[in-house]
C-alpha cells in the first residue's frame, strides 16, 4: 500500500504554481504549505496528503530518477486530455500524447515531464 508518493524540486514556488494548475482536473487541491514542500490531496479527502512536492532534505539539488514515475489514476479519457494539456501550456514538456498503450488497448495514458524533469502519467481505463 503507498502512502504517499514525493517528488523534489528546485523552485517550490514554480513546482507549486505548476501542480496548482495542473493537478486541479485530477481532483487534488493544495493543502499544506511549508518552507521546503507542498501537499495535495483529494478534495473529498483533505486530510489525507497523498501528493507531495518536495525541496531535498539533505539540501542537495534535486534530480530525476532514470525509470521514475508518478501516475495518477483519473475517471475519463477527458481528464488526461486536461492533465496534459493543462500541464504543457503551464510549462511541462511532452512525454507521450494522451492515447491508448498499446495502440489498439484499452488504458489510456498521456505523459509529461514537470518543471523539474520528473515523469507525470495521468491514466483511465475507463
Known amino acids: 500500500?503507498?502512502?504517499?508518493?514525493?517528488?523534489?524540486?528546485?523552485?517550490?514556488?514554480?513546482?507549486?504554481?505548476f501542480f496548482d494548475n495542473v493537478l486541479e482536473?485530477?481532483?487534488?487541491?493544495?493543502?499544506?504549505?511549508?518552507?521546503?514542500?507542498?501537499g495535495y490531496a483529494q478534495k473529498d479527502k483533505l486530510q489525507e496528503i497523498q501528493f507531495y512536492v518536495t525541496e531535498p532534505f539533505d539540501g542537495k539539488k534535486a534530480t530525476v530518477g532514470n525509470g521514475s514515475m508518478v501516475s495518477f489514476y483519473v475517471a475519463s479519457h477527458s481528464l488526461v486530455d486536461d492533465f496534459h494539456k493543462i500541464a504543457l501550456q503551464n510549462g511541462a514538456t511532452n512525454e507521450g500524447d494522451p492515447g491508448p498503450r498499446p495502440s489498439d488497448g484499452s488504458i489510456y495514458y498521456g505523459y509529461i515531464r514537470d518543471l523539474d524533469g520528473n515523469k507525470i502519467c495521468a491514466y483511465s481505463n475507463l
Not at 500500500?1 to 504554481?17: Q, R, W
Not at 482536473?25 to 507542498?38: F, I, M, Q, S
Open 1 to 17: 500500500m503507498i502512502g504517499y508518493v514525493m517528488v523534489g524540486t528546485n523552485n517550490l514556488k514554480s513546482a507549486t504554481d
Open 25 to 38: 482536473p485530477l481532483g487534488l487541491k493544495k493543502v499544506e504549505v511549508e518552507d521546503t514542500y507542498a
